[in-house]
Structure formats: C-alpha cells, structure tokens
C-alpha cells in the first residue's frame, strides 16, 4: 500500500494508536479471542473484528480486546473469554459475529451471562 499524503498517514497513525489502546489492561474488562490454528479457521478473525466492532458501535471503550493463542478448546472454536471488573472469566465457544455482538450487548453491558453458547466458568 502506497501513502499518497500526509494526511493519509495520520489517519493510519490515528487507527495503529486507536488499536493499540485497545489492548490497554488498565480498563474495566477484558475480551480475549482464541487465535490459534483451529480458532482462525473456525473464523476467528471474523469473530474478532465483530467484538471489535459492537465495542466501538455501542461506544465502549473500557474493555479490551485482545488475541491469545490457542485455549485447548478446539471442539468449540471459535473460543471468546469474557471477564468484567473482579467477576470470574467466562468462556463462550462456537461465538460467530453473530454471537460476539450478543456479548457485547447482553455480557458486556448488561451482565448477562448466555448460557446457550458458555463453555466454561472460571480459568482454563
């Protein structure tokens, strides 16, 4: 990809630092997708880039979002641990982009826990 303008480079400046704060683990929750080999080609990235999305579409920005590599759930990929403030972290498997905006909307916002789609309770 060729940059064209300065003004162009900003705006990939501004999208790199908006990613990067993103990862910040000094805010409220933390959302951790597993990428490993199953979880990418389960879709993964699909799931990701949604989470991403519903965060900054409901104006959430005390939760990060993260990668890791592979949970060892890979029967239930993709794998999506959700943990808010000092609540034990809970695992979602099979989360398309369906799914992921659910979490946001009903576990992030809400406090709900979907118990169709949870794997597990507590740490791996």
Known sequence: MKIKSLEELQKIKEKALKEISGRDTKKRGRIVVGMGTCGISAGAKDTLRALA???????IDDVAVVQSGCMGLCEVEP???V???DEEPVIYGHVDEEQARRIVKEHVMKGHI???ILVKRGKI
């Open 79 to 81: 794998t999506v641990e």
């Open 83 to 85: 943990q808010i403030g």
């Open 53 to 59: 999305d519903e965060l900054e579409k409901q104006s």
């Open 114 to 116: 979907l118990s169709d």
